[in-house]
């Protein structure tokens, strides 16, 4: 029954609402009625179930809050796929537990401070022209000004740098168009140095900033001597966007508490979210990053602090670099429209969005038709001037994501718990869809970049109240996808994120990520780079000089090369991992018990873990990820001795050995399993060869791997023999045994080449046949019919060949079953699975295609 009904939802997903008669509207109907689901429930499961093996369109990397992690995620299925360590220590990636990545994370220590945790909340991509470009991804930190650089070939955290001059941010990370700067924008104002400042000098002392990181393409890597800051005045700068198109070479940033007060809530003054909203209007900031990199070039524009280059306001000023715009109180998302003409702000405490003209700014600018400045010097544009036009959205409007349709929006509404959609160009409201609840950011596939893709938006709901089963008082978020691709919005998918409050996401076509399945033999994956500590197989060794103890060990299914690490207690130990595997998913986990120590080695990689042993006992070392049925013996032991005690040995204790006769036996067995095996091998291997594996790339890896394995057991055999001519009977079986360890891999492997061979030279469908799956499969055929099995009905390979006329017989039998009830043949076949097969009601047509398709079944059946 459940096979019944899974492949009826399965026909509902490829064909929207329209059911064929084996997989009947009445079933689906009871479904629906057992779990209470409407249609456009089921339309709306339709739209994002993704059948087992189907990849999602798009990918996306949301912020982890104050998890200082980014998750990625799918669209439409929103499946969950990876957690990325970056500001925090994640132990499964053994981010944090090795070496390598302990070197990224200290970074990311300010003042000789470990920090330990982060809030991640604008992820965003490398760019070109303003069109996302899967190479790189940037977070910032806002709770300790740091951003962090994900490489995503592999999707590790390599780099994180720390704000040399901000105590607070937010408007991070946000990227120039051709990826030329990362762009952060300081939040809470403070001191540029690192000196105690009383609150009463914060207007001549508390500063703001923005910090433009120049990211050096070729190297992935943000470099910091070349980046630099430009002050500004101790208003509370925010979120920023960089122009492109027509406003390329700017950017803009919102602030609010530009009144500068400075609270003191204890001291019974009104606290800051009184005074910091007085004003009717805040300021956008407006600045030319062309002009000011230029400024940076030369010392009499900036100032230096803690080594860091900060170009003053007045020569930013002076230099006709920045501007200040009116904006409505407290606003909050700031976004630049894909062709770069407008500015859309969110109104926050206003139910307006606000729409600038950079054309209209930019005449302001040229005319100096300025409507005075501010106590700072900075030339302040008039507001109405700059306006295209303000809209009416509701309450709470924050961030904006763009739609592929020219001029269209999407808006979040904080306190309505809505989204928006409406044109910014004719200033005109078309659609409003609830979400639960309370929205922050929202995002539209690629909705950022200067080629919107649209069709889905999500919204990143702070509150999910009552939406999920109650898991204690901290709930989760809930990111809800929402069809954006009609006229009206449609709600489709409910996710709750467990991991942190997720201020915003970016999203890719999934086409343009590319990312590396394995690595080159001995990569350290934090610099992308071969790692000195490489060690090949036979290169295993450990050395010892004085206290230092330094081991190159290797993990390969199912073993870790050395199995024993004798040590002295206060030692300091450090150990050298390469995974010799070269198929994907193939890692391994390297985990002491007892000594906090764990790294992850993905196939290729190489990594190094660091301890001091300063406690003595056996402490077992094993993989810790389930890589092969051998998995568990996928071990050794840290034995760490006191060299101030003294040992007695236990030899006398030991248990009586095998006799010679039953060693003998156990040796012939050994040989005969060996025998046996290598024979299964050997008829996989003849099929391959003679199938040509090596035309198919897939195909091809795999063998590869396999042989790698099978030519480990000529090595392993000359021990098995030598031990045995020795007399060494016990040896000799125990080699023998690694010999069918290294078989059994091989088969493993070999077996899945074989299977994935027959795939790949299966003759293609013709157009017919493949019509005929298609309707065989709408029929629901499969519900009883499982091709190269017998199921709850027969096999139907071969079944054209099992009639007279057979496909005739095969055709007629499907027009009208019930005339055939009384043949013996399938009378005899009702008897036997007690079912009779039903009148699918399929047009000739469709008859003729199914033939088809059991004639290329046929063909292919010898696979
Ligand atoms: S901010 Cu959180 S909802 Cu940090 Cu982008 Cu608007
Ligand atoms: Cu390697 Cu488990």
């Known amino acids: 029954m ?31 009625k057992e779990r209470g689901l409407s249609e456009k429930d089921v339309l709306a499961a339709a739209k994002t179930y993704q059948p087992s093996g189907r990849k999602d369109e798009f990918i996306v990397f949301s912020s982890g809050g104050q998890s200082g992690q980014i998750l990625v995620y799918g669209v439409p299925s929103m499946r969950i796929y990876k957690y990325i360590g970056v500001f925090t220590p994640e132990p499964w990636q053994g981010y944090g537990y090795d070496d390598e990545s302990k070197a990224v994370l200290k970074q990311g220590a300010i003042r000789g401070k470990e920090i330990t945790w982060g809030d991640t909340h604008h992820p965003n991509f490398t760019e070109k022209n303003g069109e996302y470009v899967g190479d790189y991804l940037f977070i910032n930190d806002k709770a300790n000004p740091r951003i962090a650089v994900v490489n995503l070939h592999d999707f590790e955290t390599t780099q994180i740098v720390v704000n040399p001059i901000m105590k607070s941010e937010h408007g991070g990370s946000f990227i120039t168009p051709n990826s030329e700067y990362v762009i952060e924008a300081s939040q809470y104002a403070a001191p540029l140095d690192n000196n ?118 007045k020569a930013a000023v002076d230099a006709g670099a920045l501007f200040l715009i009116p904006e409505s109180k407290s606003p909050h998302g700031i976004d630049v429209t894909p062709d770069g003409r407008y500015i859309i702000i969110g109104g926050k405490l206003d139910t307006h969005a606000s729409v600038y003209d950079f054309r209209k700014i930019k005449e302001l600018i040229d005319k100096k038709d300025f409507a005075g ?162 060690t090949l197989a036979g290169q295993e060794r450990i050395e ?32 050298h991992l390469t995974n010799l595997e070269r198929a994907q998913d193939e890692t391994h986990g390297f985990g002491i018990d007892l000594y906090n120590i764990h790294a992850s080695l993905e196939p290729g990689k190489t990594a190094s873990v660091n301890f001091v042993a300063d406690m003595e006992g056996i402490f077992p070392y094993y993989c810790t990820e389930f890589c092969s049925a051998l998995h ?45 095996t290598d024979a299964v091998i050997q008829e996989v291997v003849a099929y391959l060869k003679e199938k040509h594996f090596e035309k198919y790339p897939k195909v091809k890896e795999q063998v590869e791997d396999a042989l790698d394995q099978y030519s480990k057991i000529a090595e392993v055999k000359k021990k098995a ?43 293609p469908m013709s157009a017919g046949a493949a019509k005929g799956e298609e309707a065989y499969l709408k029929g629901g055929c499969n519900g009883c019919h499982v091709i190269g099995q017998v199921s709850s009905g027969p096999d139907l390979t071969g079944v054209l060949l099992r009639h007279e006329n057979g496909e005739k017989w095969v055709a007629d039998f499907i027009k009208d079953p019930a005339k055939f009830y009384e043949n013996d043949y399938v009378k005899a076949m009702i008897n036997y699975f007690n079912l009779r097969m039903p009148n699918q009601h399929m047009s000739d047509e469709e008859i003729k295609h199914i033939i088809e398709y059991l004639k290329w079944i046929d063909e292919n059946a010898g696979l």
């Not at 009947?24 to 109907?29: C, F, M, P, R, Y």
């Not at 909203?277 to 990053?289: E, K, Q």
């Not at 060990?553 to 130990?573: L, Q, W, Y």
């Not at 016990?730 to 088969?747: D, P, R």
């Open 632 to 676: 568990l013996e996928m071990m050794g032991y840290l034995l760490v001795k006191d060299p101030n005690k003294k040992y007695e040995s236990a030899k006398g204790n030991k248990l009586k050995a095998l006799s010679p006769e039953a060693l003998k036996a156990e040796y012939d067995k050994v040989i005969a399993t060996n025998k046996a």
């Open 721 to 763: 023999d030598e031990a045995y001519k020795k007399g060494d009977v016990n040896g000799a079986i125990l080699w023998e045994y690694q010999v069918w360890q290294y078989m059994v891999k091989t088969a493993d492997v070999g077996l899945r080449a074989k299977n994935n061979l027959a795939k790949a030279i299966a003759t």
């Open 373 to 534: 400045t501010d106590p700072y010097g900075i030339p302040i544009l008039d507001m109405k001037k700059a306006l295209h036009g303000q809209v009416e959205l509701g309450l709470g409007p924050l961030h904006n994501s763009f739609d592929s349709k020219d001029g269209i929006v999407y808006t979040s509404l904080y306190v309505d718990s809505q989204i928006i959609k409406w044109d910014y160009k004719n200033l005109k409201v078309l659609d409003k869809v609830n979400v639960h609840y309370n929205i922050g950011h929202l995002d539209t596939m690629e909705g950022k970049s200067s080629k919107p893709v649209g069709k889905y938006a999500i919204a990143l709901d702070k509150l999910s109240i009552d939406r999920f089963n109650p898991v204690g008082p901290l709930h989760p978020q809930n990111h809800q996808l929402i069809d954006i691709s009609g006229a009206k919005m449609d709600l489709i998918y409910d996710m709750p994120i467990p991991l942190g409050e997720p201020h915003d996401v970016v999203s890719i076509a999934a086409s343009k990520l590319s990312p590396a399945l394995t690595y080159n033999m001995g990569t350290n994956s934090r610099t992308g780079k071969p790692s000195p500590y490489v």
């Open 196 to 313: 105690y400042h009383s609150i009463d000098d914060y207007e001549a002392v508390y500063r703001g900033a923005i910090t433009f990181w120049k990211f050096d393409y070729p190297k992935g890597k943000i470099d910091e001597k070349a980046s630099f800051s430009l002050e500004l005045p101790p208003y509370w700068q925010d979120l920023s966007d960089a122009g492109k198109g027509e406003s390329f070479g700017w950017a803009f940033t919102n602030s609010i508490n530009t009144e500068m007060y400075t609270g003191g809530i204890e001291k019974g003054l009104p606290p800051f979210e009184a005074g910091a909203s007085r004003n009717d209007t805040d300021f956008m900031h407006v600045y030319n990053w062309q002009i000011l990199e230029k400024l940076a070039k030369d010392k009499k524009n900036y100032m230096e602090i803690n080594g860091h280059r900060v170009i003053t306001i």
């Open 544 to 575: 010892r000089n004085g206290k230092n103890v330094t081991v190159f060990a290797t993990m390969i299914r199912s073993h870790i090369n050395p199995e024993h690490i004798e040590v002295n207690k206060g030692d300091n130990v450090t150990i």
């Open 2 to 32: 459940q096979k019944f009904l899974n492949s009826c939802i399965a026909g509902i997903a490829l064909l929207g609402l329209s059911f064929s008669a084996a997989c009947s509207a009445s079933d689906l109907e009871q479904v629906m």
